[in-house]
Nanobody, 114 residues
Framework: QVQLVESGGGLVQPGGSLRLSCAVSGIIFSMYDMDWYRQAPGKQREWVAR???????TNVDSVKGRFTISRDNAKNTVYLQMNSLKSEDTAVYYCAAQRAIRYWGQGIQVTVSS
């Protein structure tokens, strides 16, 4: 049974930081590319960042210089460090494991508000 479990979300003030974690089980984690997506209220889900199984990281322009994706293959966990958060970062954040098929986590709420 494949499981992706996000944690670390919550309420933060503008300019603050959060680190999301996604613990993965049921697959060979090191063989999967890992992504973070987000979905804001009333909007489509959008891709935020990817780290390949080789460790190469990319992210969407709107978070460049603020968000960093990383992975720890020994812990089967992918992270999203989010700094300088803005109100427009408010969304449900999802991690996903991608190879031949994609597995999704259940999502976690991030709210940026004063």
């Amino acid at each position: 049974q494949v499981q992706l479990v996000e944690s670390g979300g919550g309420l933060v003030q503008p300019g603050g930081s959060l680190r999301l974690s996604c613990a993965v089980s049921g697959i060979i984690f090191s063989m999967y590319d890992m992504d973070w997506y987000r979905q804001a209220p009333g909007k489509q889900r959008e891709w935020v960042a990817r780290i390949t199984r080789g460790g190469a990281a990319t992210n969407v322009d709107s978070v460049k210089g603020r968000f960093t994706i990383s992975r720890d293959n020994a812990k089967n966990t992918v992270y999203l460090q989010m700094n300088s958060l803005k109100s427009e970062d408010t969304a449900v954040y999802y991690c996903a494991a991608q190879r031949a098929i994609r597995y999704w986590g259940q999502g976690i709420q991030v709210t940026v508000s004063s």
